[in-house]
Structure formats: C-alpha cells, structure tokens
Nanobody, 121 residues
C-alpha cells in the first residue's frame, strides 16, 4: 500500500501563495499518476489537480490558472504551487496515487493526515 505524507499548509491572506508537498513511500512512484484533493468543512473531498507519470497535468476549473502541480520522481514527491489564493480555497489538502488520470477519482493509496490550508484576512 502506498503511504503518503502531506506538508506545507498554513494560514495565508487572500492573494497569497503556498507550496504543498507530498512524499510517497513507494519506490515505483514514477509510474503512478498523482493527484491533489481537498475537503472543505462540511463538503466532500474533491480532486483539484492531477499529473501523469509523464508530466501531463489536469486541473479543476476552480483552480485553473492559479495552481500548478508538479512532481520530482527522484524524490518520490509531488508538489502543489498555489497562487492568488482565495478564501474559498480553505480546506484540508490531500494527495493520492492512481494508475492514470482517468482513475484519479478512485485512488489506491492510503489517505494521509492532509495539510490544512486556511485563507483569511
């Protein structure tokens, strides 16, 4: 089972930036698609960004143009650069792995603790 550990969250003002990191336990990280998800209070967890093993990316409309997902296969790590943050981006952010972007809604890794992102003035 792939274990995941998210970090980098915090409190930021609207318009600010944060960079999240997710370290994966697997040595075959490079073959998986990876995704960032978020869960706001009282809402379901949703996929916001995904990246294939080859580096192709996909974003939810709500974050397109503001968030950038990237990966470093040598470090078994995926990142989420978040710019122009809005109050509505406030959520717990998680990462997970899947065989492809098409199956990111059914990830197979163990959910980590997530990292809290709070956007507030």
């Amino acid at each position: 089972q792939v274990q995941l550990a998210e970090s980098g969250g915090g409190l930021v003002q609207p318009g600010g930036s944060l960079r999240l990191s997710c370290a994966a336990s697997t040595s075959i990280f490079s073959i998986y698609a990876m995704g960032w998800y978020r869960q706001a209070p009282g809402k379901q967890r949703v996929l916001v960004a995904a990246i294939t093993s080859g580096g192709s990316t996909n974003y939810a409309d709500s974050v397109k143009g503001r968030f950038t997902i990237s990966r470093d296969n040598a470090k078994n790590t995926v990142y989420l650069q978040m710019n122009s943050l809005k109050v509505e981006d406030t959520a717990v952010y998680y990462c997970n792995a899947a065989g492809s972007i098409a199956t990111m809604t059914r990830p197979f890794g163990s959910w980590g603790q997530g990292t809290q992102v709070t956007v507030s003035s």
